[in-house]
């Protein structure tokens, strides 16, 4: 899908996704829901041209960089879609980081304002950045002082419209360049064949809205059709997150495999109270969904949970499974729109059943990294991109996850899967969740190390006990060079802020 075949060259995404609903009739409708206060398209509207408004005003120009630190709710709607309303490009920043990641990414894409929760980063912290600094306080009463703008700013289709940094698993922060038109491709393609949302879905997502997974799901996917977003400011711990769906009702539910997998965990315990009657599909990505996951989570809801695998890079997701069609421990199959390639190490395609390096191609892909030239040259290869990824297909068509191509391991001279290793240790009953690396042993030679957070319900067993349990479990299931040679138990395993294992940091703490 091109958008150069369906949109006009002149082509605003705010106005899309929020202003055209009040001049085709659907003011009223309700476009968020948040335990902080609900508004409809009409409100949101008007807020977005006051925001822009209040950029206008502060000297905010074309295609400069509005930085934004806030939590999930009606005020990071209204700056998101403000700033891009106002011909600026907005820029969601983890709200996870810590002070000195703030001001490297400030800094890259040299922001002209910056909008901050004190209660995440406290004041000052950004001082002497050459950006203006504005309080969540402070940007509220700026947009009730400034008159709305009579429209959003003209804008190209190919116009800069908002930046995503994502570190990845390696902790280095890319500014991810996407265009007026990404959001678009990506509701026309997930959105519509995937998702099949409609405008009477409510849409709810662990993954939070600086997350490119998390932005789509809970903004521009319901936005595209005048549906509603739930939003929540909190953590997303099973009961919080129970309490929201009984609330809210969503009927779209978004999240990650650790959020499945402690939801699992608290519902296994008998004061946990959930109910997921209202949502008709839940979706999954950020890492892969064991299926051990799918099975249980299905037992015990009666849902399917829709993995799938995207980047920040491509916006949203590419390959997904299908409702009545879930493989468990499959990625699915490609999302129309999308073209897939699983390569070797010399670009030739390799056959049916083979780990390749996996290749995609799609409209909604970022033009470049900012102010990395030589990673955009190394990711971007005319129109595909290298995911870093490593999958196989199988003869019906589904993908399966090999994992990251920096983190296979070879053992005994043959290439490891940790993604499939992984996928055999979670099924135990004891493993809450897990992640395999290769660490060398006392000969250099690269054997499987298991790192594994253990079920609540497992306090008091002996650790070694349950090692050795593990182990003889792996090996049953496993071929030999494949098991586990050690099993280090910990209380939670490293992620990033948006729920991928850092490997790299299980791989430096090994050495």
Same mark, same amino acid.
């Given at each position: 899908?091109?958008?150069?075949?369906?949109?006009?060259?002149?082509?605003?995404?705010?106005?899309?996704?929020?202003?055209?609903?009040?001049?085709?009739?659907?003011?009223?409708?309700?476009?968020?829901?948040?335990?902080?206060?609900?508004?409809?398209?009409?409100?949101?509207?008007?807020?977005?041209?006051?925001?822009?408004?209040?950029?206008?005003?502060?000297?905010?120009?074309?295609?400069?960089?509005?930085?934004?630190?806030?939590?999930?709710?009606?005020?990071?709607?209204?700056?998101?879609?403000?700033?891009?309303?106002?011909?600026?490009?907005?820029?969601?920043?983890?709200?996870?980081?810590?002070?000195?990641?703030?001001?490297?990414?400030?800094?890259?894409?040299?922001?002209?304002?910056?909008?901050?929760?004190?209660?995440?980063?406290?004041?000052?912290?950004?001082?002497?950045?050459?950006?203006?600094?504005?309080?969540?306080?402070?940007?509220?009463?700026?947009?009730?002082?400034?008159?709305?703008?009579?429209?959003?700013?003209?804008?190209?289709?190919?116009?800069?419209?908002?930046?995503?940094?994502?570190?990845?698993?390696?902790?280095?922060?890319?500014?991810?360049?996407?265009?007026?038109?990404?959001?678009?491709?990506?509701?026309? %393609?997930?959105?519509?064949?995937?998702?099949?949302?409609?405008?009477?879905?409510?849409?709810?997502?662990?993954?939070?809205?600086?997350?490119?997974?998390?932005?789509?799901?809970?903004?521009?996917?319901?936005?595209?059709?005048?549906?509603?977003?739930?939003?929540?400011?909190?953590?997303?711990?099973?009961?919080?997150?129970?309490?929201?769906?009984?609330?809210?009702?969503?009927?779209?539910?978004?999240?990650?495999?650790?959020?499945?997998?402690?939801?699992?965990?608290?519902?296994?315990?008998?004061?946990?109270?959930?109910?997921?009657?209202?949502?008709?599909?839940?979706?999954?990505?950020?890492?892969?969904?064991?299926?051990?996951?799918?099975?249980?989570?299905?037992?015990?809801?009666?849902?399917?949970?829709?993995?799938?695998?995207?980047?920040?890079?491509?916006?949203?997701?590419?390959?997904?499974?299908?409702?009545?069609?879930?493989?468990?421990?499959?990625?699915?199959?490609?999302?129309?729109?999308?073209?897939?390639?699983?390569?070797?190490?010399?670009?030739?395609?390799?056959?049916?059943?083979?780990?390749?390096?996996?290749?995609?191609?799609?409209?909604? %892909?970022?033009?470049?990294?900012?102010?990395?030239?030589?990673?955009?040259?190394?990711?971007?290869?005319?129109?595909?991109?290298?995911?870093?990824?490593?999958?196989?297909?199988?003869?019906?068509?589904?993908?399966?996850?090999?994992?990251?191509?920096?983190?296979?391991?070879?053992?005994?001279?043959?290439?490891?899967?940790?993604?499939?290793?992984?996928?055999?240790?979670?099924?135990?009953?004891?493993?809450?969740?897990?992640?395999?690396?290769? %660490?060398?042993?006392?000969?250099?030679?690269?054997?499987?190390?298991?790192?594994?957070?253990?079920?609540?319900?497992?306090?008091?067993?002996?650790?070694?006990?349950?090692?050795?349990?593990?182990?003889?479990?792996?090996? %049953?299931?496993?071929?030999?060079?494949?098991?586990?040679?050690?099993?280090?138990?910990?209380?939670?395993?490293?992620?990033?802020?948006?729920?991928?294992?850092?490997?790299?940091?299980?791989?430096?703490?090994?050495?």
């Amino acid at each position: 899908m091109r958008a150069s075949e369906h949109l006009p060259e002149r082509f605003n995404s705010a106005d899309w996704f929020v202003g055209r609903h009040v001049r085709e009739g659907r003011g009223s409708r309700v476009a968020i829901v948040s335990d902080e206060r609900t508004m409809t398209y009409a409100e949101l509207d008007v807020a977005v041209r006051r925001f822009a408004s209040a950029l206008k005003r502060a000297g905010v120009g074309r295609d400069e960089r509005v930085a934004l630190i806030l939590a999930d709710g009606p005020l990071f709607s209204v700056a998101f879609w403000g700033a891009i309303a106002a011909g600026a490009v907005a820029v969601p920043l983890s709200t996870l980081l810590k002070p000195h990641d703030y001001r490297l990414v400030v800094t890259d894409c040299s922001a002209r304002v910056v909008v901050t929760d004190p209660a995440i980063l406290p004041p000052g912290e950004l001082d002497g950045l050459g950006a203006e600094l504005w309080s969540a306080d402070d940007a509220a009463l700026r947009v009730e002082a400034s008159p709305p703008l009579d429209s959003y700013v003209d804008t190209h289709r190919d116009g800069f419209a908002f930046f995503l940094y994502s570190s990845g698993t390696t902790g280095e922060p890319k500014g991810v360049v996407h265009l007026q038109h990404d959001m678009w491709v990506c509701c026309e %393609t997930y959105g519509k064949h995937v998702l099949g949302i409609a405008p009477d879905d409510r849409c709810f997502s662990v993954a939070k809205l600086f997350f490119a997974y998390g932005l789509g799901n809970a903004q521009y996917f319901p936005f595209h059709v005048g549906a509603s977003a739930v939003l929540f400011s909190g953590r997303p711990l099973p009961e919080p997150v129970f309490a929201q769906v009984k609330r809210h009702r969503p009927t779209l539910f978004f999240g990650v495999p650790t959020a499945y997998a402690n939801m699992l965990a608290a519902m296994d315990a008998a004061h946990a109270e959930h109910d997921f009657s209202s949502v008709r599909a839940c979706a999954s990505a950020g890492e892969s969904l064991p299926g051990a996951i799918l099975e249980r989570w299905m037992a015990r809801t009666g849902k399917e949970i829709l993995d799938g695998i995207g980047s920040t890079e491509i916006c949203h997701i590419f390959l997904s499974n299908r409702l009545g069609a879930c493989v468990p421990g499959s990625t699915g199959v490609p999302v129309p729109g999308y073209d897939v390639r699983l390569v070797d190490d010399t670009g030739n395609d390799v056959p049916r059943g083979d780990l390749g390096d996996l290749l995609v191609r799609g409209d909604s %892909t970022a033009a470049f990294y900012w102010n990395k030239h030589e990673q955009t040259k190394h990711t971007f290869r005319g129109d595909w991109i290298r995911t870093g990824d490593k999958y196989c297909q199988n003869d019906d068509g589904y993908f399966f996850h090999g994992g990251r191509s920096d983190d296979m391991i070879k053992a005994g001279g043959i290439w490891v899967s940790p993604v499939e290793v992984e996928g055999v240790l979670i099924e135990h009953s004891a493993v809450l969740e897990c992640a395999v690396i290769g %660490t060398a042993d006392a000969d250099g030679l690269e054997k499987v190390h298991a790192f594994v957070a253990l079920r609540p319900e497992t306090a008091g067993r002996d650790d070694a006990a349950i090692e050795a349990e593990l182990k003889s479990f792996a090996k %049953t299931r496993l071929a030999p060079y494949k098991a586990p040679r050690w099993i280090t138990f910990v209380r939670e395993l490293p992620k990033t802020a948006t729920g991928k294992i850092q490997r790299f940091l299980l791989r430096a703490g090994a050495r």
